[in-house]
């Protein structure tokens, strides 16, 4: 399909519309906490539609910040549905690698270095606990988490790129019938791993092809712009490898290094959204004596002891700090999850002080360490481990 400038900015339209409809139902108490990680999705996909409607208008800065935006929300996923990997469905954990391949991928559109290294760094701590659950059922699976696993080594370039690549390569070997795309895909990585040039460029030409084989003629720019296959030129660049797409799927104002001087700027601004907790997942309960408990969940996959940096921070403060109690609280006034007289002894005990902080651990190994000293430093009461949560 071609673009006209009037059907991208009809596009545009319906984009940021999606986007203000996402920001809606999010501040309007329409998303279930179980309905978090579906709902990331749904509003990752609003914004990826809006950033390659941009960039097919030449629109660069609005179209990386976008995908910024997408990209969180992709990551967002897959953090909230580790949260609750004791009773989400067991295929949740098995999806995982692909959905942080997605986010990695949507965090190297935007350019935004914190954020693309920060979602590798999560994908190469992936653990191996998760081929102990699915290799024997889903050889597919093995392949996509050596895959995840390579391309985050790569952007952080990583010496562990090689190994895991050789896993890959073993991998895709074993598959009964692979793709094109497993077939070409190790070969592109190798080319990058070593510095060769002719063969990425080959490699990305055979991607192209099976990319374009898939959906020959897309209706909507979000599908027609060849994302995966940008983000794998973006990802050579990082490494001094420079290849050549001749495609207008794969826009230049999407792959250029620099921001032009005339970059176009779009009569779109949706900085005033919201879709996101500032808090994540939390709870509020009493203990055996009544007394008011707010409860936070993180994740950490068991290797190893917990220490107190592994305590993650959101965007209102690292779990359990006051800062994020408050903003928590806030968030359990508005929503229908939590019941009314609940937060407002909860939110008397953390006046009065007696409020209890209980952090609950998931973890996906049934065996390793518990926790060590540092976390004693931290405002923590009570500490329970999920060993094993995403078993069944």
């Not at 797409?245 to 900085?271: C, M, N």
């Not at 969940?297 to 305590?311: E, K, L, N, P």
């Not at 408050?326 to 006046?351: F, G, P």
Request: glycine share 6%.
């Amino acid at each position: 399909m071609t673009f006209t400038d009037e059907t991208l900015r009809d596009h545009l339209e319906r984009s940021e519309a999606e986007v203000r409809r996402m920001g809606r139902l999010w501040n309007e108490d329409k998303v279930p906490v179980d309905g978090v990680p579906g709902f990331a999705y749904s509003a990752a996909k609003a914004y990826e539609q809006l950033a390659c409607t941009a960039a097919l208008l030449g629109a660069v800065s609005q179209s990386r910040r976008w995908f910024g935006t997408a990209a969180s929300l992709h990551y967002e996923r897959v953090v909230s549905g580790r949260l609750r990997r004791d009773s989400r469905e067991r295929m949740v954990w098995e999806a995982e690698p692909r959905k942080l391949s997605e986010a990695l991928t949507t965090a190297l559109l935007s350019r935004d270095e914190k954020l693309s290294t920060g979602i590798a760094r999560d994908a190469v701590a992936l653990d191996e606990a998760y081929l102990d659950e699915f290799a024997d059922e889903y050889p597919d699976s093995v392949a996509s988490y050596y895959q995840t696993r390579v391309k985050a080594a790569l952007v952080l370039d990583d010496e562990r790129a090689s190994e895991w690549l050789s896993k890959l390569v073993e991998t895709v070997e074993t598959l009964s019938d692979p793709s094109r795309y497993w077939q070409v895909i190790p070969e592109f990585y190798r080319a990058l791993d070593g510095g060769d040039e002719e063969a990425a460029e080959s490699a990305i030409g055979e991607l192209l092809e099976f990319y374009v084989e898939r959906d020959t003629d897309p209706d909507e720019p979000r599908k027609y712009v060849l994302r995966s296959l940008c983000a794998l030129v973006l990802l050579a660049r990082r490494h001094d490898v420079h290849v050549a797409v001749d495609s207008a799927r794969v826009p230049k104002y999407l792959v250029q290094e620099a921001v032009p001087d005339d970059d176009r700027r779009l009569d779109v601004d949706v900085s005033d959204v919201t879709a996101t907790s500032r808090v994540g997942f939390f709870d509020l309960e009493r203990d055996e004596d009544g007394i008011p408990v707010i409860v936070a969940r993180m994740y950490q996959s068991g290797r190893g002891d917990i220490t107190a940096d592994d305590v993650p921070e959101r965007e209102a403060g690292r779990i359990l700090s006051d800062d994020w109690i408050e903003a928590a609280l806030d968030e359990a006034r508005w929503r229908d999850h939590y019941d009314d007289s609940v937060v407002e002894d909860a939110a008397t005990a953390y006046r009065d002080g007696s409020l209890l902080r209980k952090l609950v651990v998931v973890q996906d190994r049934t065996d390793g360490g518990t926790f060590d000293d540092t976390l004693s430093a931290l405002p923590v009461d009570t500490i329970q481990l999920l060993k094993g949560a995403g078993r069944r």
